[in-house]
């Protein structure tokens, strides 16, 4: 094995993906997250927190559903809807 790894606490790790500890242990628990335990300690790569940001990324255009603003031009009425 080449290198040195660089292992992060849970509340480091945590910290790192700016969110709860809590949330941090569901991510772990359903997969998404790979962690080690040594003994009654557990830790997370940080190479593995690397790669899980950057499976998290929003792609463009997913999110239009939230955009309470944008109304589809279809759904407008020719009279302005009066």
Known sequence: M???VDWLST???AEALGITTRTLYRFINNGDLAAYRFGRVIRV???????????????PGT???????????DSQSADGGK
Request: overall charge negative.
């Open 63 to 73: 999110l239009d559903h939230l955009s309470p603003d944008t109304v589809p031009a």
């Open 11 to 13: 509340a480091d790790a």
């Open 2 to 4: 080449t290198g040195n």
């Open 45 to 59: 790569k940080r190479v593995d927190v690397d790669a899980f940001i950057e499976t998290s990324r929003i792609e």
